[in-house]
């Protein structure tokens, strides 16, 4: 089973999604990242997908919990490089992925998390 990389920048934690996601590398990856954010003390996860073509409810339900389990640990996440097929299929699937913001690529996601930091007391 291969593991997805949990990246270090700053307060930030950086996931690229390079790999077809199993259930296998899904716990995995979000084991590691719950590790990763409390040893790190990060204040922001953000999960590149821009490598992902295809997804169906398990990755959009994995999105979710992700970014509700960072919540829980006090970190905010940012999907990034979701491409238009992916938000389409989401949104055909009912999958609003509440809760996670979303930002075109991973320069406007870092924006949207320094705006958010600053914005929160």
Do not use: W, Y
């Not at 990856?29 to 295809?54: N, P």
Request: overall charge negative; proline content about 2%.
């Amino acid at each position: 089973m291969q593991r997805v990389p949990v990246l270090k920048l700053g307060d930030v934690l950086i996931v690229s999604i390079q790999i077809d996601l199993e259930d296998q590398s899904v716990l995995a990856l979000q084991e590691d990242l719950a590790d990763a954010v409390v040893e790190h003390g990060a204040r922001g996860v953000i999960i590149d997908i821009t490598a992902v073509e295809i997804v169906d409810s398990f990755i959009g339900r994995m999105l979710a919990t992700i970014a509700g389990m960072c919540r829980m640990l006090d970190a905010q996440t940012v999907v990034v490089g979701m491409r238009p097929a992916v938000a389409i299929t989401l949104v055909e699937l009912g999958l609003s992925l509440g809760g996670v913001r979303t930002a075109l690529n991973l320069e406007k996601g870092v924006a949207l998390l320094d705006h958010i930091r600053s914005a929160t007391p």
